[in-house]
């Protein structure tokens, strides 16, 4: 039972830092951050549009080889949106293009370190929200301050790594812990070892209440 709680405790600090290491570098990332900057704390670029954006109202996808730059390793998808330039997002390789464009677009975003582990829709998803607003919070994240203005705080766990770096977490609060334990631990075996109070240090001599801090000790063993 104790063990039990134990772990649950551990592992709800595991899951606890694993959202505070998303959160905060979502909230310290620049708004617009440069746009082909695919790795790091915070991932702004989607590699591939993704099939469930639709086309209709909002804008159009469609594939294109070489016809904005002939150096993509491999056809690009691009989208022209009502009222945006267009957005390239390419699935693997160096991309040089579009850096410089206001309207690049940024459709999902994912935060977390050592990797991501929570998303939520970029400024650029053009998708209606859903009509409930927890929903709508879980899709687009709850918006905080921060430094740059107002930012949202993802909520929608990435389940595979979210679950992993909660593991890793808990391990590592789980080992930390029990490190910063070990001098109080030599500190209570030594108390009583030499048949002194364990909380206090009192001289105990045979007494299983210590008359100093009135706390119960266990029988000694010798
Ligand atoms: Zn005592």
């Not at 505070?20 to 440069?34: E, H, S, T």
């Not at 293009?97 to 053009?126: E, S, Y």
Request: charged share 15%.
């Amino acid at each position: 039972m104790k063990h039990l709680r134990t772990l649950t405790l551990v592992l709800l600090l595991g899951a606890l830092a694993t959202i505070l290491c998303a959160w905060i570098p979502a909230l310290f990332n620049p708004p617009r951050a440069p746009v082909f900057h695919t790795g790091g704390l915070v991932k702004q670029w989607l590699d591939d549009v993704p099939d469930s954006w639709p086309d209709q109202p909002f804008g159009l996808t469609y594939d294109s080889f070489s016809a904005v730059n002939p150096d993509f390793p491999k056809p690009p998808r691009l989208r022209k949106r009502q009222g945006m330039a267009d957005g390239v997002s390419n699935s693997g390789g160096h991309v040089t293009f579009l850096g410089d464009q206001p309207n690049h677009v940024i459709d999902i975003i994912q935060a977390g370190w050592p990797t991501h582990t929570m998303t939520h829709r970029g400024p650029d998803d053009a998708r209606p929200l859903p009509n409930n607003p927890i929903s709508s919070a879980f899709v687009n994240g709850i918006p905080f301050p921060s430094p740059h203005g107002q930012r949202p705080l993802p909520l929608n766990p990435i389940w595979t790594p979210f679950a992993l770096s909660t593991l890793v977490w808990s391990a590592v609060l789980f080992i930390a812990y029990q490190l910063v334990m070990i001098p109080f631990r030599i500190r209570r075996a030594r108390r009583t070892k030499t048949n002194h109070c364990t909380t206090c240090g009192y001289e105990l001599q045979d007494l299983q209440t210590c008359p100093e801090c009135g706390s119960q000790s266990a029988p000694n063993p010798t």
